[in-house]
């Protein structure tokens, strides 16, 4: 097959999005919100979605939508992306991401498609009773990215498989239309929170989809309820190593430093320096003490946000026009050289 042209090629343009089902965890913030407001200071036009369109391949109630699209937008906000540097928008209100997708639908593979470790985990035992969405996820994916020709993708270590996917379908349209058109996106999968994991067990992924809430911290938890979900967090019985290398076997330690580095932009040997030989009950409420200062400010602020709607909704718009302004002559591009009358 022939080599997409490489990203260099392109204007460096950074596209990531999060899907608004239920609220924002620990889990999206330190794995990709908090990357997606550095890379507003380097060298990228940055574009990020609220991808409404993804989370309706499972069952949203349809208020509970709405309720959680503003939610994530002011989370955004709270973080630090700034509307006026960065284009924040929500997927439905640019339609050609569903444009692209259905010419990505008939470009990717059956084959390529059973491979995707996400549907068959969301899909679970009941694979046949999933919605065709649930399946054509990774399609449409592909489709946010490539119709803005974005050349980086900040996610956590859960999306590499549909970004190396989003590559194969660059792929395989450029080599079938004999062309050069879309860029091999670099997925940036950085830091010390790549894979946060549940605070109930160590070998699961911190999720906003766990039943139990005891298992994530939520970006609006409350001082008290953070401080509470640190303090039962399942540890060993063991104190602190002083060396990365001693946390090799064991989970929990691991995840728990993991999110003090991140919370505190340290490395993970720099922390170890700091806590090795303490015992959980003195890390712990230094942990809690961080993820307070940290995330606090970001859920006073989200609450500010979230009382004025309109406000939000006035942002989402302005930001769709800007994305179909990069989107559009994309899709046109694409449909020329697929043939299509227009
Ligand atoms: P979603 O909504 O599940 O998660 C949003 C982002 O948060 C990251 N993340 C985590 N990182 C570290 N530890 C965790 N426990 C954790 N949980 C979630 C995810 O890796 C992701 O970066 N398919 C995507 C949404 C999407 C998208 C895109 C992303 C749709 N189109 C195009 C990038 C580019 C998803 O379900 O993310």
């Known amino acids: 097959m022939s080599e997409a042209p490489a990203s260099t090629a392109f204007t460096p343009r950074v596209f990531s999005g999060i899907q608004p089902s239920g609220g924002l965890t620990l889990g999206n913030y330190l794995g990709a919100l908090k990357r997606f407001v550095t890379m507003q200071d380097e060298a990228y036009q940055t574009v990020y979605c609220m991808v409404d369109m993804h989370a309706i391949t499972v069952w949203q109630d349809p208020a509970k939508l ?5 939610e994530l937008c002011a989370g955004f906000i709270a973080s630090g992306i700034d509307p006026e540097r960065s284009i924040l928008f929500n997927q439905s209100q640019v339609p050609e991401h569903a444009q692209l997708a259905w010419i990505f639908n008939c470009v990717a593979r059956m084959g390529w498609m059973k491979r995707m470790t996400q549907f068959k985990d969301k899909a679970g035992k009941n694979a046949e009773n999933a919605s065709l969405g649930l399946f054509a996820y990774p399609a449409l994916m592909a489709a946010d990215i490539l119709v803005y020709h974005a050349t980086h993708v900040p996610v956590g270590e859960d999306q590499k498989q549909h970004l190396e996917l989003t590559r194969d379908i660059a792929t395989k349209f450029n080599h079938d239309y004999g062309v050069d058109f879309f860029p091999l996106t670099e997925p940036v999968i950085e830091g010390a929170a790549t ?4 605070l ?13 809430d005891m298992s994530r911290i939520n970006m ?18 063991d104190a602190l190593p002083s060396e990365a290398d001693g946390l090799a076997e064991r989970p929990e330690a691991r995840n728990l430093v993991n999110i003090y580095a991140a919370l505190a932009d340290m490395t993970v040997d720099a922390v170890l320096r700091d806590v090795g030989g303490k015992p959980f009950s003195e890390f712990k409420p230094m ?38 302004d990069i989107a559009r002559p994309i899709v046109e591009k694409t449909y020329d050289i697929v043939g299509m009358v227009r």
Request: proline fraction near 5%.
């Open 66 to 70: 709405t309720a959680a699209t503003r």
């Open 195 to 198: 894979r946060v994991m549940s």
């Open 200 to 212: 109930r067990d160590g070998s699961k992924k911190m999720s906003k989809s766990d039943p139990s």
């Open 220 to 237: 609006t938890d409350d001082a008290d309820t953070i401080a509470a979900k640190i303090r039962k967090a399942r540890t060993d019985p």
């Open 287 to 324: 942990l809690s003490e961080l993820a307070v200062s940290k995330l606090s400010p970001i859920s006073a602020e989200m609450a500010r946000l979230v009382a004025a709607p309109d406000e939000i909704d006035r942002i989402l718009s302005r930001g769709a026009e800007q994305a179909r």
